[in-house]
């Protein structure tokens, strides 16, 4: 009765009756909203092809006209008698004005000329120009006559959108070098071996295009422009320079494909998706394209959409709260029941856990089982899946780097992380073996499992791949290190505290085979011979400490412990503990002879060993406090020779002015031998005793001769140089002048 309550309670009657209305209001206004953006998305798309296609159409009158107005006036200028003269005669020098002005007066007819040739062979007539006459050599614009020599692919009537020099960069500071121009042919049919003979040549202006083709609302979005048949950029677009071949883009295909004279496509051009519009001019084989960004076109229906979907979120908002709302009425007292419930189910669980490995540990801990009826009664009330009166072996898991793993985890945190270890394990395990995990200490876990004394030597090849599976997933999922010990297999779990503590004996090898080691009395090699401990190397190792050769002591103290790691884990431990008090007793000895404190507690060490977990991590920290005693006697040391340098330089600045004083005097003074004192001095200093002692008299000579009228000779005395010839060869070396020199440019620039 009280689980349908828990499964139908009123919050989920409450739901299931308001929730259809919910979802059904949202679907409907979903669908709705769907529809209209989408009709809304078809109409405005309409509404910008009509407008791009009017746009496109006017745009293509205008270039259609330009054509006509080109056409017409090539006709003209050829039937034009003055024309033809310049066609088909030489011309006199003295005529050339008239003719000129009647080029011109056609330039200044057709504003979209940039400029007119008249072409009969070998001369070119140009307007407007500097010279006005030119030959094939001299003329500036030699494109032009590649274009005439290829009658082949350039016919009469055609179009070519080429670059050719500015006659206005020579006039204007401002203008370019060179414009761009789409030039008009028309020549006649006689042809002379394939190539043009006489022509007329009709420069229009790009500028000119370029502003035909201009978008009315001027967005800087769009784009216009011209492609050829070919496929090629007839007029400047911000994106490609003229002349680019466009067939790499998939709407430039099928826009020249297409035999419908417009149209329009939406797809991606040049990375953005657009709506493409374009149109045929009808003359040259060109297409007018505009793009706009689709995005420009269905600003205002996004808009819209996110408008609609803020109701739509408002309202569902609004739905839930209420739902919440009388939910929670209704639900409370219900709440409270189902929550109490919950409560003691958790609470008998975790009971019920905690006493099912406080039982498993005192199997694992006692030798004192009682009756078997008793034992099964235990299996059974816990629900423990092992056979008691079955083979069984035990596999001591534990975890490495413990201290670290203390530090870095809560003691919540460490029991969950153990939990799911102990998860880890039954997973691989579940189906192939009855086991049991126990936790024994605070960094072990116990694995107890069954299997049939017939299937053994089957087994155990089988069970250590599931071992090394095992490290692998608790250091790839849960970030632990483990190291396993794995016991002899025994026959019931009467036998099970015997096998345990003989485990966990040989667990202690870790400390050799290292970290993440799975141990077992196979792997683990023991001399049987009686261990006789070392005395000499011992006494080699305080020598070495005592007289400071730490890295001797170092190799011994190592040579000793890999010695005492072949025998059992009882005599490493019993050897560790006497090398610490032989390395106590050397301490002592360094602190009285040097005067000097070294920062050691034996206790405290000792606490620390027995935490270490491997011979690495314990030579590693010897090394450590070898290394920390080198230390501390480097530092004894320079601070006695820093003592007895202060000492030296106080008897050179108190006895400079004796010429007298030397290194030798000094070490009398000071009690040690001259080469030693000399020796310390350059170590510390950088420099001899005898270059110092010069160095302070120089210095002392130096200041008198700067402020002093005293005689150089009087100075070099009261400076303690008893040599003229080694004061003058010294003072100059320094100063880079004689005493006298530097007297007068001291003098001098007071």
Not at 115 to 128: A, C, D, E, F, L
Not at 493 to 509: A, V
Request: aromatic residues 12%; glycine residues 4%.
């Amino acid at each position: 009765m009280f689980k349908q309550l828990v499964l139908k309670n009123p919050f989920q009657l409450f739901l299931t009756i308001l929730l259809p209305f919910l979802i059904s209001a949202l679907v409907l206004l979903f669908v709705q909203s769907s529809i209209l953006k989408k009709n809304f998305e078809d109409f405005a798309l309409q509404m910008i092809y009509n407008q791009q296609k009017s746009e496109l159409q006017n745009t293509s009158q205008n270039v259609q006209v330009m054509a006509q107005s080109v056409r017409s006036l090539a006709t003209t200028a050829f039937f034009d008698d003055m024309i033809k003269d310049l066609l088909y005669s030489d011309v006199a020098a003295i005529d050339y004005v008239k003719y000129q002005t009647k080029m011109q007066s056609y330039k200044t007819i057709y504003p979209f000329l940039q400029s007119i040739y008249i072409y009969n062979g070998q001369t070119v007539y140009s307007v407007p120009s500097e010279n006005f006459l030119y030959n094939r050599g001299n003329f500036s614009d030699k494109g032009i006559f590649s274009i005439l020599d290829d009658i082949q692919n350039n016919r009469s009537h055609s179009i070519v959108l080429r670059e050719i020099p500015n006659i206005m960069s020579g006039i204007s500071s401002g203008a370019s070098k060179t414009v761009n121009v789409y030039t008009y042919l028309f020549f006649d049919t006689q042809l002379e071996k394939g190539k043009v003979s006489e022509a007329i040549i009709l420069n229009i202006s790009e500028d000119w295009i370029k502003q035909n083709i201009s978008i009315s609302d001027q967005q800087s979005d769009n784009r216009m422009f011209i492609l050829d048949s070919k496929g090629r950029l007839m007029s400047g677009d911000p994106n490609h320079p003229l002349l680019s071949d466009m067939n790499e883009f998939e709407y430039t295909r099928i826009i020249n494909s297409s035999k419908e004279p417009s149209g329009s496509l939406h797809m991606n051009a040049d990375g953005v998706d657009s709506f493409i519009t374009y149109t045929d001019t009808g003359v040259f084989d060109w297409k007018l394209v505009s793009v706009t960004p689709y995005t420009k076109i269905v600003q205002e229906i996004e808009i819209m959409k996110k408008k609609t979907l803020l109701l739509m979120l408002i309202f569902l908002a609004g739905s839930v709260l209420l739902t919440f709302y009388f939910s929670r009425r209704l639900y409370v007292p219900v709440k409270l029941v189902i929550q109490n419930y919950h409560t003691l189910e958790s609470e008998q669980k975790e009971e019920f856990y905690s006493r099912k490995q406080e039982v498993l540990r005192k199997l694992v801990q006692s030798s004192d089982f009682g009756s078997d009826q008793s034992i099964l009664r235990i299996f059974n009330k816990f629900n423990i899946e092992l056979e008691p009166w079955e083979s069984l072996q035990l596999f001591l898991f534990k975890i490495d780097h413990y201290s670290e793993f203390s530090s870095q985890y809560s003691s919540k945190d460490r029991g969950l992380l153990k939990f799911a270890m102990m998860n880890i394990i039954s997973e691989l395990l579940s189906g192939m073996y009855k086991h049991e995990c126990i936790e024994v200490e605070e960094d072990q876990i116990l694995l107890l499992i069954n299997f049939k004394a017939e299937e053994e030597s089957q087994q155990q090849e089988r069970l250590l791949e599931l071992l090394q599976e095992i490290q692998l997933n608790t250091s790839k999922y849960l970030r632990l290190s483990v190291s396993i010990t794995i016991s002899q297999p025994f026959e019931s779990i009467s036998n099970i505290n015997f096998y345990y503590l003989k485990t966990l004996d040989l667990s202690y090898y870790r400390m050799i085979l290292g970290h993440q080691a799975i141990i077992s009395e196979s792997v683990v090699s023991i001399r049987n011979e009686d261990f006789k401990y070392p005395q000499d190397q011992e006494k080699e190792l305080t020598d070495a400490l005592i007289q400071g050769h730490f890295e001797e002591a170092d190799r011994v103290l190592f040579d000793m412990i890999g010695y005492a790691s072949a025998y059992s884990y009882t005599v490493l431990n019993s050897v560790l503990i006497r090398l610490l008090l032989s390395i106590r007793y050397a301490i002592e000895v360094l602190e009285a002879n040097h005067s000097m404190k070294v920062n050691f507690n034996f206790n405290t060490y000792l606490t620390k060993l027995q935490k270490i977990e491997t011979l690495d991590n314990i030579k590693s920290d010897f090394r450590q406090l070898f290394g920390h005693l080198a230390e501390e006697l480097q530092s004894k040391k320079d601070n006695k020779y820093l003592d007895l340098l202060e000492d030296v330089n106080r008897i050179i600045q108190r006895d400079f002015t004796n010429p007298g004083l030397s290194l030798d005097t000094i070490a009398d003074e000071v009690g040690f031998s001259p080469p030693y004192l000399g020796k310390l001095f350059k170590k510390y200093r950088h420099l001899s005793v005898n270059d110092y002692i010069n160095h302070v008299r120089l210095t002392h000579a130096t200041e008198l001769i700067a402020t002093t009228d005293e005689t150089i000779m009087e100075i070099m005395q009261h400076s303690g140089f008893s040599s003229r010839s080694h004061f003058f060869a010294l003072f100059k070396k320094t100063n880079g002048l004689t005493p006298a020199q530097y007297r007068i440019l001291v003098k001098k620039s007071e």
